[in-house]
């Protein structure tokens, strides 16, 4: 049986390979001439999608965002108790943290040897998902639902901050923690702090 395969395809593979190598052995100790064999197409072909190994990664970064997934998540949260919201959304943020865990391993120790280009993408797309949970604190301030004088984006900043030093505290340092009791309890300090009070 004949398999044809498209352009999306082909680019798909390529980002699957180079999200395994990369997650396996860095940015740095991985080669172009590693993940083209991994997706079994030609060194050359790599380079038709991606015109170098930068650039690779720094698609291989973006299809790892948590941006997608919130901005998808908040309209359908906008009908939901707030506490309820940050549990949500705390959910689906550690779920894709725990599927990219070895990347981000990986990423902490190679981070400051990026070259500079990478390392401004990345802190951008990071950003990006604080400015989006921000947009939707504002609009729950306008609703009367959390205090009038909190600054979104410094809560935003805190509460995305807490739990990534959550989910580095259980995966990456290995520390011995109920995690279930620590988000509870991180999410009612930001809950309690951050709500309108009659």
């Known amino acids: 049986m004949l398999v044809v395969t498209t352009m999306t ?5 390529i980002l699957k390979s180079a999200l395994k190598l ?7 100790g991985t080669t172009t001439k590693e993940i083209a064999k991994e997706a079994q197409v030609a ?3 790599l380079f038709r999608y991606f ?3 930068e650039n690779l990664f720094i698609d291989v970064l973006k299809s790892q965002s948590f941006l997608p997934t919130l901005k998808d998540l908040i309209p359908k949260l906008k009908k939901k108790d707030y506490k309820d919201s940050l549990k949500t959304i705390a959910k689906y943020y550690f779920d894709l943290l725990k599927k990219k ?3 981000i391993c990986i ?7 990026y070259p500079a280009e990478i390392r401004a993408i990345h ?5 990006e998902v604080y400015l989006v949970f921000a947009s939707y604190l504002e609009e729950l ?16 900043l805190a509460y995305f901050g807490m739990l990534f030093n959550l989910f580095i505290k259980k995966e990456l340092l290995r520390r011995k923690i109920d995690f279930k009791k620590a988000l509870q309890t991180y999410i009612e300090i930001f809950y309690e702090g951050t709500r309108r009070i009659e």
């Open 9 to 13: 395809d082909t680019k798909e593979k």
């Open 22 to 28: 990369f997650s396996q052995k860095g940015y740095l």
């Open 43 to 45: 060194e050359v072909t």
């Open 51 to 53: 015109t170098s190994k």
């Open 101 to 103: 865990r070895d990347l």
């Open 107 to 113: 990423m902490h120790t190679e981070i400051f040897q």
């Open 123 to 127: 802190s951008k797309m990071i950003h």
């Open 141 to 156: 301030k306008k609703d009367g639902v959390l205090k009038k004088d909190l600054d979104s984006n410094y809560a935003s």
